[in-house]
């Protein structure tokens, strides 16, 4: 699949709004009510659309390098390891031996083997996590959508979509003690994207009605 001109122009939004959004750390000690307390809640605001429009173009992406991908195949996996698994290993990595080297932060081989399967070397891993699992649950969710598209049911599979989306962030937000659900929002972190990206996968179907 060829990426658009409309593609590129939104990746650049993009790159924009993840650079608002680290820029307005800067400001964060605005205090009171003054120009730079002002300046830092604009620009988060202004900020908020990177993520989402983030996972919309993956969505589109996804789905238009992947549109028949309804079953899992050797080939899927392979697009897989060479677009968002090799490249979250390498940051992993980076991410470990810098902190080892420059902060003298030692790790035991057991927690080095859990920062690299939960995403947890640092916190811009998280966005790897999710996309890695959009991969492994696109032939599943790609059925669903286009059962839906072709039935007229869309309307049914978004608010599905976002009925799952905010119960993900409503838990994450809860404190709990039993680890293995703390493992298991972290396994399925795409579903806090999950409105966003199928956004994109109907941008793509109905790009023409844009």
């Not at 589109?60 to 968002?84: C, D, E």
């Not at 298991?184 to 199928?198: D, E, I, N, P, W």
Request: charged share 10%; aromatic share 20%; proline share 1%.
């Amino acid at each position: 699949m060829q990426k658009s001109n409309t593609v590129l122009i939104l990746r650049g939004f993009v790159v924009l709004g993840v650079i608002l959004m680290h820029t307005s750390w800067f400001f964060s000690s605005g205090g009171s009510e003054n120009m730079v307390a002002l300046s830092s809640m604009l620009l988060e605001v202004l900020s908020l659309f990177a993520v989402p429009l983030f996972m919309a173009i993956a969505g589109y992406l996804f789905t238009g390098r992947n549109k028949h991908a309804y079953i899992y195949s050797a080939a899927f996996f392979k697009k897989m390891l060479l677009s968002v698994l090799s490249p979250y290993l390498l940051f992993s990595t980076l991410y470990i031996v810098t902190a080892f080297v420059f902060d003298g932060h030692t790790y035991t081989l057991g927690e080095i083997v859990v920062d690299m399967l939960t995403g947890s070397a640092a916190v811009h891993l998280g966005f790897f996590r999710a996309l890695i699992g959009f991969y492994l649950v696109y032939p599943f969710l790609i059925r669903i959508f286009t059962k839906c598209r072709e039935s007229g049911w869309l309307k049914y599979y978004f608010a599905a979509a976002a009925v799952l989306q905010i119960s993900w962030k409503v838990l994450n937000n809860i404190q709990f003690e039993t680890v293995w659900i703390s493992y298991l929002l972290m396994g399925t972190m795409f579903l806090r994207y999950l409105v966003y990206f199928s956004l994109g996968m109907a941008a793509y179907y109905y790009k023409k009605n844009f």
